[in-house]
């Protein structure tokens, strides 16, 4: 009979292995229609509220895009974070986060129109969003953009405002941009799951090697009915395997201690409770988006 010592040291070390290497699934942001080509991401627009959402809420996205060669990745955060006064201190310790997780000055940039500051209480307005964002859309191309969801992770009104000032934009920009841009938002999960730390990269690194199983037996079933109808081994319009997965991305430790490092770069905003957010966050670890598809 095996020990309860025994069965505690395969779980740690399986969860510990499983926090080695990073992973991700859909890692382009990849869909595809019906017998459509898949499209991919080429510019991508990361868009936050405030300083120090980069690393609290977006960490392993930049990390992992930051390995992808033929990606380019943008930053533009909407405000300085003055409602405490200290808006050029966390503009600095914001170009010093950018700095360690691998943005550079020429793919970066804070708004902090006056109408967009940062305000525990009050919403911003979705067309000021819109006209805020739509010359660096129209300017550098980009196909997506990356954003809270509309519970904001942290219920901040700033961060549930920026997607419906994103959907007008998309909707605005239609026909001015050749490149269509989508929007995919980070998705919030319940307060059990928010704070369960390294546990949730090994638990979707689980969730992504069971979907890529699956993808193994059906291409395994593809290739046996190929035998007698070999039109399915050669498409007219190959499918992306990754098209129907949610766009993950898990960091391994080294991963996290760097976004442990850029986090420390936003000095002012190291209060008691925050330690608490970046030892136990999900969010530390594991990004997952939803595609929200705008009525245009």
Known sequence: MISTSAIVVLIVSIVLGALYKPLDSNGLFATQKPREWDITSKNILLVTAHPDDETMFFAPTILSLQRKA????????????????????????????????????????????????????????????ARSLEPYVLDLNVDTILTFDQDGVSSHPNHKSIPEGVKLLIQNVRGKSTAHPRLYTLVSVSLPLKYISFVSGALTKLDISRYLFTLQLEFLVIRVLGIWYPDLLNPA??????????????LGYQGYLKALEA????????VWFRYLYVAFSRYMWVNTYSQVHVQL
Not at 237 to 250: D, L, Q, S, W
Not at 263 to 270: I, V
């Open 237 to 250: 319009i190959p499918r992306n395997p990754e098209a129907h997965a949610m766009p993950t991305f898990v």
């Open 70 to 129: 033929d990606v380019n990745l943008y930053h533009l955060c909407l405000s300085n974070g003055n409602a405490e006064g200290l808006g050029e201190t966390r503009r600095r310790e914001l170009d010093h986060s950018l700095d360690i997780l691998g943005i550079p000055l020429t793919k970066r940039w804070l708004i902090n129109h006056p109408d967009l500051q940062d305000n525990q209480t009050a919403s911003w307005n979705a067309d000021v969003i």
């Open 263 to 270: 986090m420390k770069a936003h000095e002012s905003q190291l």
